[in-house]
């Protein structure tokens, strides 16, 4: 199975995707940026946070609004100097001397969505260090008006026996919105009231019905690791009235499954 056809992209207008959560974002982003490149998308993919610089290989054009003087007044001028921007579009910011690409300002995306200039925008809306679990801080997510599908990703690994305070970031939010110390191993218990948790995974658009809900848990790579998915999955479907559905993934293997849950 596809990535995009587990978020049943095809069924929307101009979808502009929204990717928070632990680590694994990245990776995701450009995953499904190329699954849809290959049916003749044209996309784009940026963030209202900071990433490390694509490579080279991950995207056809790369456009820095700082470096290019690009504004929200001279946007289409600078897209047509891109010809038909077919493939993959990155726009950033700037990008600093650490390889870290800044996010371009968030009405300049609003925009690009309101004037669909793309097929789909693809964004990275917080950042986790590439652990595989966090919690928000106040001013996280940064989601753009116009987002349509919000992806939430956790890394399975989380569950594998470390303690919280080395395997989630921002464990100290992590741990009062669970009720955990950070000490403690996380458990299933601790995956579900973050999930469910208005101030949790899905922070901001828990209660948005406009905009459809996934959680796509990342590394499931073996068999002990798919496991642990399904149990959790389990726990969802009794608990979590919101999602449309959780992918289990092995984003590196490109194996992608939903399983979808019938809303209540």
């Not at 001028?77 to 690409?101: C, F, P, Q, W």
């Not at 300049?108 to 789909?120: M, N």
């Not at 899905?202 to 073996?222: A, P, R, T």
Request: proline fraction near 3%.
């Amino acid at each position: 199975m596809s990535f995009y056809s587990t978020l049943e992209i095809e069924s929307e207008e101009n979808p502009l995707i929204s990717f928070i959560g632990g680590g694994g974002k990245t990776s995701s982003m450009f995953q499904l940026a190329k699954e849809l490149k290959k049916q003749g998308k044209k996309v784009l993919v940026t963030t209202t946070t900071a990433i490390y610089k694509p490579t080279k290989d991950q995207y056809d054009y790369l456009m820095l609004t700082e470096e290019d003087n690009i504004e929200e007044n001279n946007i289409e001028e600078k897209l047509n100097d891109y010809s038909a921007l077919s493939g993959i579009t990155v726009i950033g910011g700037r990008v600093n001397t650490e390889g870290k690409m800044f996010a371009p300002e968030v009405s300049l995306i609003e925009k690009l969505k309101e004037k669909k200039y793309f097929d789909v925008i693809i964004l990275e809306a917080d950042g986790a260090k590439k652990l595989p679990l966090k919690a928000p801080a106040n001013h996280e997510p940064v989601i753009p008006k116009g987002t349509s599908i919000v992806v939430a990703v956790m890394g399975i690994e989380a569950l594998e026996g470390r303690p919280i305070e080395e395997i989630v970031h921002r464990w100290e939010r992590f741990c009062q919105i669970t009720g955990s110390k950070a000490y403690e191993k996380v458990q299933e218990d601790h995956i579900i009231k973050l999930i469910t948790h208005e101030e949790g995974s899905f922070k901001g658009v828990i209660d948005q019905v406009n905009i459809k809900k996934y959680l796509l848990i990342n590394k499931v790579d073996h068999h002990q690791r798919r496991r642990l998915a399904l149990s959790i999955i389990k726990r969802i479907e009794q608990e979590v009235f919101f999602l449309e559905g959780v992918i289990i993934a092995s984003i590196m293997g490109q194996q992608f499954e939903l399983k979808r849950f019938v809303k209540r």
